[in-house]
């Protein structure tokens, strides 16, 4: 296992699929971030919309 990670690090192929691994991971995990703050935003909102649509009356025919 180590000269393998040894190997997979000393060549340039190793570097570029770790450096792109790493871009990807970083990537996933902002979106991630993000995604949940849109959750909690969208969540409040769709609240208070449902809070309005119960508060109208509707009329007896």
Do not use: C, H
């Amino acid at each position: 296992m180590w000269k393998k990670a040894k190997r997979l690090l000393s060549n340039q192929k190793g570097n570029t699929f770790l450096e792109n691994g790493l871009w990807i991971v970083l990537i996933v995990f902002a979106l991630a971030v993000a995604g949940g703050a849109l959750a909690l935003v969208v969540s409040g909102k769709y609240s208070a919309l449902a809070d309005s649509i119960k508060a109208i009356s509707i009329p007896t025919i």
